[in-house]
């Protein structure tokens, strides 16, 4: 009888000390300046209150698996993504970019196809304008070079989409500026995020002045969890069950939720958005 309780209390032991230490760390790096709804803030502090919406939905997938343990750390993005190709780093959320797939691991199929449904997340960006702006938009084919001023942040350019489009570019310190500049007729257009998942969105904060989005979007990315090389291939199975609750999360409310924050804080004067952004 006594040896059979020293045995449990050794099996009982071994059990304990193995789920310690079979948790893999998974070094996660991510943006040290606001892309929001994605990240908030604009230092290398990790909110722990209230968190980002992207660490906020890490954070739920590290308590639903018992195997990795997902720790945080804030860069600017070309470091996040140089410390992936080294190694420094286990993981970044990244849309995909032509030779990306050379340091970092996508979720694919056999044939080498993106798996759009492991994504963690999916953002559309549309143009904003008032009713003279979408009139206008419809027959620019008619208009010279330059027909339009439109206000983009810093950091954000257009895409392929609108590159050749008559536009000239205002570029501005924030996204309250650019939508500041809009509402007071400064400009004629905009960009905001229009969908996620599918769900019509904005966070265009003012009313009354008739700015509506150009639907369909222009662009539709997604964002993925990409590991790096050798995380990946040291832990091959537990990537493919990151990526699987991934596919059956559903992260659109909460991205949605920190939308519907920023929209309030950009509805304050621009000195105090950036404040209002950072959840301390």
């Known amino acids: 009888m006594k040896i059979r309780t020293l045995l449990y209390i050794f ?20 943006e040290d300046k606001n892309a929001a ?28 698996i018992d195997g990795v343990e997902i720790k ?35 979720p694919v199929d056999q044939q080498g196809k993106l798996q759009d449904d492991y994504a963690v997340s999916e953002f559309s960006s549309c143009l904003i304008g008032r009713y003279k702006f979408h009139k ?21 350019g257009l895409n392929s989409a609108l590159k050749e489009e008559p536009f000239f570019i205002h570029n501005t310190f924030s996204k309250s500026k650019a939508f500041e500049l809009l509402d007071k007729g400064v400009v004629q257009a905009s960009v905001d995020l229009c969908q996620v998942d599918g769900l019509k969105v904005s966070s265009y904060p003012y009313e009354g002045n008739n700015v509506k989005p150009i639907y369909p979007p222009y662009e539709t990315s997604h964002g993925y969890l990409v590991f790096s090389k ?3 291939e040291e832990n091959n199975t537990l990537s493919w069950e990151m990526w699987q609750w991934l596919s059956k999360f559903e992260s659109a409310p909460v991205y949605i939720k920190y939308l519907q924050t920023l929209r309030a804080c950009l509805s304050f004067e621009v000195e105090f958005a950036a404040d209002c952004l950072v959840f301390r």
């Open 11 to 30: 099996v009982l032991k071994c059990i304990v000390f193995c789920d310690g230490v079979t948790a893999k760390e998974l070094l996660f790096c991510y």
């Open 72 to 106: 945080f750390v804030r860069k600017p993005w070309r470091r996040c993504l140089s410390d992936l190709e080294f190694n420094r780093v286990n993981a970044v959320i990244a849309s995909y970019r032509k030779g990306r797939e050379n340091v970092a691991v996508y």
């Open 136 to 156: 206008e938009w419809e027959t620019r084919e008619v208009f010279q070079n330059k027909a339009f001023t439109i206000a983009i942040p810093n950091g954000y």
């Open 37 to 64: 709804p994605l990240f908030l803030g604009v230092d290398k502090a990790i909110p722990i209150d209230q968190p980002d919406a992207s660490v906020e939905v890490l954070s739920l997938l590290d308590k639903a």
């Open 230 to 232: 050798k995380f990946y």
